[in-house]
């Protein structure tokens, strides 16, 4: 509960669970929220037991009354959470981060009781408050809609369909959706199901892949042939279960697939917010500073370092917490001398920030220093 409806003063809380095997006393561990290690203190019992959920508070006393049938464990700290969206995480007793997650108002939950929510498959979504168990959501709750407007659903995706027509949250009468099938909530029990994944976060230039991930009912045949059509929502249009897209332009895309499998349709969709990345880089005597001046993680995975002589692409899922720097060292990317300049590109190739490099006088000679005195006195 990261934006409480109203004032949300005090009114914030995470639920963890111990999905390890043995018991874990929460008070000896620490809740890491911007950058700060929060102490975990004890209100009644301070074992988790296996298995077991905790909710672990701002405020126990306004949380109790926000929820009056809550009986279970419930551990008291001091912070507050970004309703802009932040990485947050839960450290043990040896400082170890067991379980971080990066989330954003994007998916959901911003203002409108609800809580984000991870489920069974390890999306989150925005869902009504369930302390104490698993999530049984599979989709995000709507927003309540505005008098006389139209109700989509806040994050996450559409799933579920028979024969033409698809399931999602939000009003039956109101979609943007084209087809003249109702496009939000299916009556009917599904044939199959599809998922377009989780709301994300992507970069101007940086591809990002989809996959159309179906639920086989027993009336759907075994290896029937399986058709996505994928509208990315920038005029786009690819076709395949697996497609990938790199957007050019910053904004929030909504991805709709329109899949037929075994003689039956689902659609489903997912929210894409693309940004540009804000990254300054430094060069310092042999290593390089990356730092993210954003509010959020950025993924430079797939982006290129070079110079004017070499080139070094960043393996996938390299991550740069919200401002934050990382050093990297130049021999590690095999640049060990920069030539005249130093930088870094999206995939697309555009330039994202940029440094040059003066040499030392002591590697020039005469003639050159003579002919960069020439060119300053002209200046």
Do not use: C
């Not at 890491?32 to 102490?39: A, D, I, Q, R």
């Not at 551990?75 to 507050?80: G, L, N, T, V, Y």
């Not at 009781?113 to 498959?121: A, D, S, V």
């Not at 897209?245 to 659609?267: E, L």
């Amino acid at each position: 509960m990261y934006d409480a409806p109203g004032t949300d003063s005090g009114r914030e809380w995470v639920e963890v669970q111990n999905t390890g095997s043995e018991s874990v006393d929460l008070s000896t561990w620490r809740f890491v929220e911007g950058g700060v290690n929060h102490k975990i203190s004890v209100i009644g019992e301070s074992l988790l037991p296996a298995g077991g959920f905790a909710v672990i508070a701002d405020n126990p006393d306004k949380f109790k009354i926000d929820n009056p049938g809550f009986s279970g464990l419930l551990f008291d700290s001091a912070f507050s959470l970004s309703n802009e969206g932040e990485t947050i995480s839960i450290d043990d007793d040896t400082g170890v981060s067991m379980d971080s997650v990066s989330y954003d108002p994007m998916i959901g939950a911003a203002g409108d009781g609800n809580t984000l929510q991870k489920t069974g498959t390890g999306e989150w979504i925005a869902a009504a408050v369930s302390v104490g168990s698993v999530t049984i959501a599979t989709e995000s709750a709507a927003p309540p809609a505005e008098e006389g407007g139209s109700t989509d659903d806040q994050s996450g995706d559409s799933m579920g369909s028979d024969s033409g027509s698809s399931s999602s949250s939000g009003d039956s009468d109101t979609s943007a959706h084209s087809s003249q099938e109702v496009a939000n909530t299916s009556y009917d029990a599904p044939q199959f199901e599809v998922t377009a994944g989780r709301p994300r976060i992507g970069f101007v230039g940086a591809p990002l892949s989809f996959e159309a991930k179906v639920k086989k009912s027993k009336d759907v045949a075994v290896g029937s042939g399986l058709r996505s059509v994928w509208t990315m929502g920038d005029g786009s249009l690819l076709i395949g279960q697996i497609v990938s897209h790199a957007y050019q332009y910053p904004g929030d895309y909504i991805v709709i697939t329109n899949t037929d499998y075994g003689g039956f349709h689902a659609v489903a969709k997912v929210k894409v917010r693309i940004i540009e990345p804000s990254i300054a880089l430094s060069l310092l005597p042999g290593r390089m500073l990356l730092s993210n001046q954003g509010k959020g993680e950025v993924n430079i995975g797939g982006f290129i370092l070079e110079d004017s002589e070499k080139r070094f692409a960043f393996p996938q899922d390299t991550i740069i917490l919200p401002l934050s720097s990382i050093e990297i060292p130049l021999d590690m990317v095999n640049i060990d001398s920069p030539k005249d300049f130093i930088r870094i590109a999206n995939p697309s190739g555009k330039v994202i920030a940029q440094t040059s490099v003066q040499p030392y006088a002591g590697d020039l000679t005469l003639e050159e220093v003579r002919s960069r005195l020439i060119r300053a006195l002209e200046k």
